[in-house]
């Protein structure tokens, strides 16, 4: 049982640090790419700090 839930919170902190990654990048592309506002660069970059 002990090792089944080391396996799930591995995969749940996996998942979450592949969606800060792609949901930071984008915020990012956002700021870059079409101009938005410097409040995405920071949102961005906190994400991708987390």
Request: include cysteine; charge should be positive; glycine fraction near 14%.
């Amino acid at each position: 049982m002990l090792r089944t839930m080391e396996i799930a919170w591995s995969l749940f902190f996996f998942l979450l640090a592949g969606l800060c990654e792609i949901g930071g990048g984008y915020l990012m592309w956002l700021r870059i790419r079409e101009g938005r506002g410097l409040a995405f660069a920071l949102l961005g970059a906190a994400i991708l700090v987390l």
